[in-house]
């Protein structure tokens, strides 16, 4: 299995940054895209940012400027530093991962795994 663990969140005020970080760990061959998530309060989950092996990237329209996505790929870590925080930034904020793993009787199947979440609050 992969896990990944998030770290990071926090409370800041606005116009501040913080940086979440995302570890995945486990019985990992490769991985593909790693992104996060975010879910506040009544409203749906959305996609933040993305980061594909190559370090290709996307941003959601709302954070385009203020989000910067990375990745170590050697140590199977991704990054979303978050500057310029508004408070509608506010909200459960969860990593995803997908690619392949060792299986079973030296098998390769695919994954897709969640982070448990970190929650980033931004208020005065």
């Known amino acids: 299995q992969v896990q990944l663990v998030e770290s990071g969140g926090g409370l800041v005020q606005p116009g501040g940054s913080l940086r979440l970080s995302c570890a995945a760990s486990g019985s990992i061959f490769s991985i593909n895209a790693m992104g996060w998530y975010r879910q506040a309060p009544g409203k749906q989950r959305e996609l933040v940012a993305s980061i594909a092996q190559s370090r290709s990237t996307k941003y959601a329209d709302s954070v385009k400027g203020r989000f910067t996505i990375s990745r170590d790929n050697a140590k199977n870590t991704v990054f979303l530093q978050m500057n310029s925080l508004k408070p509608e930034d506010t909200a459960a904020y969860s990593c995803?991962?997908?690619?392949?793993?060792?299986?079973?009787?030296?098998?390769?199947?695919?994954?897709?795994?969640w982070g448990q979440g970190t929650q980033v609050t931004v208020s005065s």
């Open positions: 995803n991962a997908d690619g392949l793993r060792f299986g079973g009787s030296g098998s390769i199947v695919r994954f897709e795994s």
